[in-house]
């Protein structure tokens, strides 16, 4: 992604780590060196202290003085020197004296300073000045404190600076390597903490992105107990809410739609119901009637014969209560007084249940089924109803087998629609009879349909389910046989 969140936390996190070494390396190029001098100032101050109150005591000459005197120089890098008004020698931690001594006498004296040698003041009082101070001839800079203790005797105290320094310029190069790989390894581990924290959010985008398309699948599978947890579980959540009210008003959207057509149709299918039921009945109540007679009438006293007209009127009993059952269902649907539910299937599994218990008959038609679809293809529609299509369907292919006795299943997917098709191989279906074949009780080979038990009301249904869900159907002829099929919608 051009702007991953992954980027951009290593990013803020390099640049503040490097800002954050720059800014250290930047104050202790500048102000090290001034901390240094005030932590010296200290220094020669409590340095001063110590050797002033021994002074005052009057052990300035004691061996105890002498090794207090050496402790203090060893700890805090000082040269010490004290003399007396005769300018002689009463303590010192160096062992060349000389020029501390000069340097002393100048001062006190007020000589002056030679053109090789600058000083600054830091800090002044009357019984003591701190400076900071510069040898041409030895490049070496110091700081100083010199004046009189309580006694009356002069003193000097004096530190080089040049090892603070060496001692900056180092620390500010291993800060500058340190600085450096740390940037990197931080850098680098940034990037893993960040791929860490924002897995889940791709996670999240990718289910939100499936969300938009209207597929309520995908489901967040992360066990973290903080905010991106939640929000995984609110996601999850959102999309049962989301699939279940889709599925509500995809359902009362279907009952709206059918609730403005039902009012024109409800007349015509009065009149088309009670003039076709009159017609389909007729034939088999005069076969009934007729065979019934026969029998009271003993028109045929042989067991046998007796036998064949029992077996007449329970066929055509059993038909027309075939013929009643699907007139009240196709009734039902017509009517719309059966409530339409919308939802989401897996269409491919419903075909493979269906085939499985078809089984026997499919074996009994010496039929060959093929149908390949592998994987899960999930429609939107009344699940129960859109099964009662599909076997409609096949029955009727079942029924025309011809040529190689083969019925080829196929689901295609287009865009936001899925197209479920049902292909039989035998004769064609003229093309007069077509625009007729959803009518109720229209048969295009009377004889046949008449032979396998078929009532004309299969397609009849087909078409009141899949106009009742506002779905395409149809038929086409094709090179070596028929194919069925219908849509529905995917998303």
């Known amino acids: 992604m051009k702007h991953s969140i992954r980027r951009q936390f290593a990013a803020i996190f390099i640049a503040l780590m490097t800002g954050t070494i720059l800014l250290c390396w930047l104050l202790n190029s500048t102000l090290l060196e001034k901390y240094y001098i005030e932590n010296k100032k200290d220094v020669l101050l409590s340095a001063y202290r110590s050797i002033n109150d021994a002074s005052n005591s009057g052990s300035t000459n004691s061996e105890r003085f002498g090794i207090e005197v050496q402790k203090i120089s060893g700890i805090y890098n000082i040269s010490i020197l004290v003399i007396n008004a005769d300018s002689q ?102 990037w893993l903490i960040a791929r860490k924290i924002t897995n889940p959010i791709m996670q999240l985008a990718d289910i939100s992105s499936k969300m938009t398309n209207l597929d309520f699948e995908a489901r967040y599978t992360g066990k973290e107990k903080n905010e991106i947890g939640i929000l995984g579980s609110h996601m999850n959540e959102l999309s049962d809410k989301l699939e279940t009210t889709i599925s509500e008003l995809k359902t009362a959207n279907n009952e709206l739609l059918n609730d403005i057509e039902k009012k024109e149709k409800m007349d015509e299918m009065r009149r088309d119901f009670l003039s076709n039921v009159s017609h389909e009945l007729k034939t088999p109540i005069a076969l009934v009637m007729g065979y019934a007679e026969g029998l009271k009438m003993n028109v045929n006293d042989n067991p046998e014969d007796r036998e064949f007209y029992c077996d007449v009127i329970m066929d055509e009993a059993h038909k027309m209560d075939v013929l009643v059952k699907k007139l009240l269902t196709l009734n039902q649907l017509e009517f719309g007084n059966d409530v339409v539910t919308m939802e989401r299937f897996d269409i491919v599994e419903m075909i493979r249940n269906y085939l499985s218990s078809s089984a026997i008959l499919i074996e009994n038609a010496d039929a060959a089924i093929v149908f390949e679809q592998s994987g899960s293809v999930f429609v939107w529609g009344d699940e129960f109803k859109v099964e009662e299509v599909f076997m409609n369907y096949f029955t009727n292919a079942l029924n025309h087998l011809g040529g190689e006795r083969k019925i080829a299943i196929c689901i295609c997917e287009r865009q936001d629609r899925v197209r479920i098709s049902v292909r039989n191989t035998g004769e064609l279906i003229p093309e007069e009879s077509i625009p007729y074949l959803w009518d109720k009780f229209y048969k295009v080979d009377k004889a046949r349909t008449r032979e396998y038990g078929g009532s004309g009301v299969g397609l009849s249904i087909v078409k009141a389910i899949m106009e009742s869900m506002n779905q395409p159907y149809g038929v086409e002829n094709c090179s070596d046989g028929v194919e069925f099929w219908f849509e529905l919608e995917s998303k």
């Open 89 to 190: 020698l009463v303590t010192s931690s160096v062992h060349e004296y000389d020029v501390l001594v000069k340097t002393l006498l100048d001062y006190v004296f007020a000589i002056g300073i030679d053109d090789q040698t600058e000083a600054a003041v830091l800090e002044q009082t009357d019984r003591y000045t701190i400076q900071n101070s510069f040898d041409r001839r030895t490049n070496i800079s110091y700081i100083e404190m010199w004046g009189f203790l309580d006694n009356g005797n002069p003193f000097i105290m004096r530190t080089a600076l040049e090892g603070i320094r060496d001692s900056a310029k180092i620390a500010n190069r291993f800060l500058a390597y340190i600085g450096i790989v740390a940037a990197v390894l931080s850098g680098l581990l940034m």
